[in-house]
């Protein structure tokens, strides 16, 4: 082999397997000191790649882990919430069975009622307070984001709305069949005073149920009436003072005000007091359980009003509809609903609806308690009385007797009982008065000739319970009434011709103070032609009334006084024979006896107020001494009933009315701007007709004659009527919701204010309804996701319900009564079914996430295991490699070391 010394081969074959071993040699170093097998691409390529996959894989496994357990901590959170509403659930439940027990009074249930609200409040609280790391779990919002175009529509998750659900939809709301309203009645309320009907002036203290069984007022202070219904609550205060008008207007206006006005929101709705059955009707403007009202309050105001449901309610059918919108081919999908809440229309949401109320124009002013004077034939009737007050002889002449009293009701009008009696009162007090337009009649139909002479009747007209009833101030059988009436007027009012008389009372006695037992000689000068003569008289005016001075010359007395012989004997019985013969031939209402002493007395046989006896001289006088009595003497009866006279109106003529201060006319227009007929009321109308400015009533049967007459048009119009349980005139629209609309005008300006002073109605004004039937929902999905996998869509959703009180139906939950209570446990036993599915199933979720922890521990165990197999030293293997590249170096090193002496060796050729 050539020497070479340029070129050290050797030395290079050394260097070259020294850095070799020098570089595996730092390659084992990395890969223990590190630990791993592969550091970079260059070490395993293929292994890096799937060894990044793999860790990829476990990262993501161990990040879902967490993810689970934070799911499990938010489901026990939500769970936790649950739980207590639970807990409050059961305790609902066991008082709405405590409210159904009888032993409970109002009052008590009144004060459970106050935890009830509590409680359901709470529930409310829970519902928008729970949250985990501030995101909240129980009012929806964990579930899906609703919302609509009209707070009359609310939407509640009750399902897995947010993953089924999520879109545009457009909502509409019919009504399939027409329900039955609520009608309510109180007990028959009565004067406690009179024991008659009350009336709409009547005060609550003077209503003989608002007395307890001790005789104590139950409203002796101000009391507080709880109203429930529609979902809603709100209190009125009453006092004994309040008039059973004032009473039940404030009630009403409790029941009808808006919610927003803390009203009950029941429009439409009548609570009024009916004069004619003397009851407070309740009648409800909505069918089914929301229209339904509950009274709760003090047990004794219970009793008193005695309110009965006399007509249950029946819910009516809604056709509830929804369509999605944005969709290539849209579906609609209905759902039928006898309430305010819709089930299964959109997926995993209840729907609550309000519902929408038609237009209307209520009255305020109540129908009178009325007569209707049918037929062609007027009403005459003719009354009597005796009893002109005069106490005196003097005053017993003829000329004081009083007038009799013609009454006359115009065939084919209707009159109010109340100007009936105006009408009656005011003839009496005319009655002497010829020139009186309710007396200028009075000799043209046969009465008595009316005179200026004559006394007014002491007798008052008034109704009772719809009859006619004429009173004698004088009392005792003294007081008479008699009567003539028509046929027409016994068909009407019942009246029949005839006479009553008062009753009991004291009789007026005169008695003398002389005893005429042994008979009585008349002496003295007073005498004419020998005779002595004696007048008595009565109450009723029966007297001697001819006059004496025309018979002085022929008989020098009257031959109708009672006379004696002067100077002749005359026994005790002669005297009392004389003075009955005189009575009878005279109508005397008297009787003259002998009494145990022997005096003479006279008694009346009427008694009362104007059971009178005078006595007086006759022509001559002198008798009257010698009998024991003074000229002029006379002696009046007391005490007794009166003379009482009752009608009875026939069913058919009783009726309410309207009055009106003047004809009027007006036209109907509804929201289409269809329009009626003119309308008259008064003119052309069933009712007579009448003047431009004639006050009148219309009858109710009249307004219903008009206003269903062909001719109105009312009928083709939206618009229809009704009259209300206080017999309040009200139009409504046929339609609901704020499109329906009611345009009244007058045909003159004028006429609105006799509209508005006789119904109670603006006649020159427009309303509308309120409430849609058509919405627009929008939902968003905004249900929990929980990664729960390395990989992508590997994932957990789930959703939790809205749990207010509202969606689980525990709004405005009333146990105040146990119908009420019984419907209340129905809805809680509905809404712990709901809580308790909801906590199934977030336990089954949890139970699920548990298991997904277990499962990606092992998984991730396992896939670590691989990584490690592909990325990890083996430390074993590379420590012997490890030591068998140190030892290279080492020999390299040497070699190298060598490999340098070799070219050293060519000095030695040189030297």
């Known amino acids: 082999m050539g020497f ?17 071993t020098q570089s595996r040699l730092a390659t084992s170093i990395e890969r ?36 689970a357990q934070d799911g499990i901590s938010l489901i026990q959170t939500a769970e936790g919430a649950l739980n207590e509403d639970a807990s409050i659930l059961n305790r609902l439940r066991e008082l709405a069975i405590q409210s159904q027990a009888d032993s409970l009074t109002s009052s008590d249930r009144l004060e459970i009622q106050k935890e009830v609200d509590q409680l359901v409040d709470e529930i409310d609280r829970i519902s928008d307070t729970t949250e985990f790391n501030t995101k909240k779990l129980l009012d929806g919002s964990a579930n899906a984001l609703v919302s609509t175009d009209n707070k009359n529509l609310v939407a509640f998750q009750v399902g897995e709305a947010g993953k ?35 009336g709409l002036g009547t005060k609550l203290k003077d209503v003989a149920t608002f007395y307890d069984n001790d005789g104590n007022l139950v409203v002796e202070s101000p009391k507080t009436i709880t109203l429930r219904g529609n979902g809603q609550k709100t209190d009125i205060t009453v006092s004994s003072d309040m008039t059973l008008q004032e009473f039940s207007d404030t009630v009403e206006g409790a029941v009808t005000r808006s919610i927003d006005d803390g009203g009950l929101g029941l429009t439409g709705s009548t609570f009024a007091f009916d004069a004619s059955s003397g009851q407070i009707i309740f009648e409800s403007a909505r069918d089914g359980f929301t229209g339904e009202l509950a009274i709760a309050a003090d047990e004794n105001i219970i009793r008193a009003l005695g309110m009965q449901i006399t007509t249950e309610s029946e819910a009516a059918a809604y056709k509830v509809s929804a369509t999605q919108s944005g969709l290539t081919s849209s579906t609609t999908t209905s759902a039928n609903t006898t309430t305010d809440r819709a089930s299964g229309v959109v997926a995993g949401l209840d729907l609550n609806f309000e519902l929408a109320s038609e237009a209307r124009m209520d009255g305020t002013v109540a129908g009178s308690e009325s007569i209707h004077i049918s037929g062609t034939t007027d009403v005459i009737f003719t009354f009597h009385d ?9 005053n017993m002449a003829a000329g004081s007797m009083t007038a009799g009293v013609t009454v006359v009701l115009t065939a084919g009008r209707t009159f109010t009982t109340a100007s009936i009696t105006t009408i009656v009162n005011t003839a009496i007090a005319q009655s002497n008065n010829p020139t009186h337009a309710y007396t200028t009649f009075a000799t043209g139909n046969g009465a008595a000739t009316t005179s200026s002479t004559l006394g007014v ?8 319970n719809g009859n006619l009833k004429l009173t004698s101030s004088v009392t005792g059988t003294s007081g008479t009434i008699s009567l003539a009436a028509n046929t027409i007027a016994n068909n009407v009012l019942g009246l029949q011709t005839g006479k009553v008389t008062g009753s009991a009372g004291s ?44 018979l002085t010359a022929a008989n020098g007395h009257s031959t109708t006084d009672i006379t004696f012989n002067r100077g002749q004997a005359i026994s005790g019985a002669s005297i009392v024979d004389s003075f009955n013969s005189y009575f009878t031939a005279q109508n005397v209402q008297a009787t003259a006896t002998m009494t145990s002493d022997g005096k003479l007395e006279i008694r009346s046989t009427e008694t009362g107020g104007d059971a009178k006896v005078s006595i007086a001289s006759g022509f001559s006088g002198g008798a009257l001494a010698q009998l024991g009595f003074i000229s002029g003497q006379n002696d009046i009866g007391n005490g007794g009933t009166a003379a009482i006279l009752n009608g009875n109106t026939h069913d058919s003529a009783q009726t309410v009315g309207f009055t009106l201060a003047g004809f009027m006319s007006f036209r109907v227009t509804d929201k289409n701007g269809a329009q009626s007929n003119t309308i008259y009321f008064g003119n052309g109308g069933t009712d ?38 206080g017999n309040r005139l009200d139009f409504y629209s046929r339609s609901a919701g704020k499109t329906s609309r009611i345009v009244l005008a007058t045909t003159e300006t004028s006429y609105g204010t006799i509209a508005r002073n006789g119904l109670g109605i603006d006649f020159n004004s427009a309303t509308q ?50 119908k009420s209570a019984t419907r209340a446990l129905g809805a809680i036993d509905e809404a712990v079914n709901r809580i308790s599915s909801e906590r199934s199933k977030l336990g089954s979720l949890q139970n699920r996430l548990t298991s997904t922890i277990n499962n990606l521990t092992v998984t991730s165990t396992n896939l670590q295991s691989t990584e490690s197999k592909i990325r990890d030293v083996d430390v074993a293997k590379e420590t012997v490699d490890f030591t068998r590249n140190q030892i290279l170096i080492q020999a390299g090193t040497a070699q190298l070391s060598q490999s340098r002496g070799i070219a050293q060796n060519a000095l030695q050729l040189l030297g």
Request: glycine fraction near 10%; charged fraction near 15%; hydrophobic fraction near 35%.
């Open 457 to 464: 009747p002491q007798i008052s007209a008034s109704f009772e």
């Open 164 to 198: 089924l659900s999520s879109g545009d939809y457009s909502i509409s709301v019919s009504l399939q069949d027409t329900g039955t309203k609520q009608v309510q009645k109180s007990a028959i309320l009565t004067d406690a005073n009179s024991g008659n009907k009350a």
């Open 32 to 67: 223990l000191s590190s630990g791993l097998r592969i550091n970079r691409g260059a070490d395993d390529a293929a292994g890096l790649t799937i060894s990044e996959k793999l860790r990829g894989q476990i990262r993501g496994l161990n990040r879902s882990i967490g993810n």
């Open 507 to 550: 009789n007026a006695v005169l008695t003398g103070t002389i005893d005429i037992s042994n008979g009585i000689t008349f002496a003295g000068t007073n005498a004419a032609n020998g005779l002595f003569s004696v007048r008595v008289g009565d109450g009723d005016f029966n007297i001697n009334d001819q006059d004496d001075a025309g």
């Open 4 to 20: 070479r010394i340029n070129n050290n081969i050797s030395a290079l074959v050394a260097q070259g397997n020294l850095n070799k």
């Open 386 to 394: 005796t009893n002109s007050g005069g106490t005196s002889f003097q």
């Open 688 to 725: 007579a007709a009448v003047g431009a400015t004639e006050s009148h009533t219309i009858s109710k049967e009249s307004i219903v004659s008009i206003l269903d007459n062909v001719s109105s048009a009312l009928g083709s119009t939206d618009i229809a009527y009704t009259f209300d349980a």
């Open 769 to 818: 309804g309120t409430g849609d039937t058509e919405f627009n929902l929008h939902v968003a999905d905004r249900s929990l996701n929980f990664q729960i996998g390395a990989n992508k869509s590997q994932q957990l959703n789930f959703a939790v319900i809205n749990t207010s009180a509202n969606s689980l139906g525990l709004k405005g939950l009333d146990i105040t009564n146990v």
